[in-house]
């Protein structure tokens, strides 16, 4: 089975704290995903990757960047958080275009 | 790009009847159409999907169906029961990534 791991399940930051999210995948997958979930707005695409050290900014990359340095790894880095970025953050990775994609379970982030 | 959009917001049906969620689509690009489910608490998994080769795919209780002309796909769930209670998301392939929609309450009442 393919795993998405997310590295934390809940995190509570405070305003103007620089944040990673971190999210490993186990099955040598090309693509991978940062999304942002919010009630009513469905999941929007922050970031993604499709290789290593490639990045292509999503629909609302504002106030956010990524990293992957390595095939397994896509981290999500928000440089200054703020409340309005309380959110849920879901990764997920894919074997290339066009197949389906794997989520993780999860990062629910509260900024205070 | 590419815009989805997703009907109806909540659905509420009886256990036993059908549900049907509707989505359209903007880019005539797009050629992977994949649906998931998320249960409460739960991260999304995929129950169907469907290429713009094919019209229609079927898995025992969900269909999913697929008009390239109109740009819309629809998912049809058949005899529901409590456990298919969830949030549905439709999603377009674009490009290298995918466009979700905003996503569908299914609730089934016992």
């Known amino acids: 089975d393919v795993k998405v791991t997310q590295s934390s399940r809940y995190l509570v930051k405070r305003t103007g704290e620089k944040v990673f999210l971190e999210c490993v995948q186990d099955m040598d997958h090309e693509n991978m995903f940062w999304y942002r979930q919010d009630p009513g707005l469905g999941l929007r695409l922050i970031y993604f990757?499709?290789?290593?050290?490639?990045?292509e900014k999503g629909d609302i990359p504002e106030g956010y960047s990524v990293s992957r340095e390595k095939k397994e790894r896509f981290s999500l880095i928000l440089e200054s958080a703020s409340t309005n970025q309380t959110s849920m953050y879901l990764c997920?990775?894919?074997?290339?275009?066009?197949?389906?994609?794997?989520f993780g379970q999860g990062t629910r982030l509260t900024v205070v | 790009g590419e815009n989805v959009e997703q009907h109806p917001s909540t659905l509420s049906v009886q256990e036993g009847d059908s549900a049907v969620i509707k989505c359209t689509y903007s880019d005539s690009a797009s050629n992977y159409f994949p649906w998931y489910k998320q249960e409460l608490g739960k991260r999304p998994q995929l129950i169907i999907d469907?290429?713009?080769?094919?019209g229609e795919k079927k898995d025992q209780r969900i269909a999913v169906t697929l008009n390239k002309t109109a740009k819309h796909f629809s998912l049809h769930i058949t005899e529901t029961q409590p456990e298919d209670s969830a949030v549905y998301f439709c999603a377009a392939s674009y490009g290298q990534n995918f466009v979700f929609g905003p996503g569908t309450r299914l609730s089934v009442l016992p």
């Open positions: 997920a990775s894919s074997y290339r275009v066009g197949t389906e994609a794997f």
């Open positions: 469907i290429r713009s080769n094919v």
């Open positions: 990757s499709y290789d290593v050290k490639m990045k």
